[in-house]
């Protein structure tokens, strides 16, 4: 069931930053624009705030269509990781909590080789050696 429940992990996270993409910074420019003005060291650029906020959704949409479509998965999620670590510097601990799913999501998406078949008995008998005999029989 590996090759699956990747297979929905990766579409799920794809399409979590496809939407957040779309409503947070598409639909919402002038709140997106305003973020950028309460924090000018975000836009590092001589452009203007709104076209920033116009890459930066951009951006984030085709990382979640690589992501759903498969497409340099580790790499794509490397970056996003770094990216949404970028973007704690403007927000309080509490703002972790809310990326913590997706952090799980992509730490998995990174580090998981869906084609190799000794990674899937190395995590397999990890899980033996952490469970009670007859839990994974």
Known sequence: YTGKALFFLRVGVGLNLIIFGFTQKFANIPFASSLIKEHAFLNFTTISNEIFVLIAAALEVLAGI????GVFP?????????????????????????????????????????????QKLIWVEGLRSNMPKGDLE
């Not at 973007?87 to 998981?112: C, E, F, H, Q, R």
Request: charged share 10%; net charge positive.
């Open 66 to 69: 690589l992501i759903v479509l």
């Open 74 to 118: 580790r790499t794509i999620s490397l970056i996003t990781l770094v990216c949404i670590n970028a973007s704690l510097t403007i927000s309080k601990w509490n703002g972790l909590t809310d990326y913590l799913p997706i952090y799980a999501a992509l730490a998995v998406l990174l580090v998981w080789e869906p084609n190799n078949p000794k």
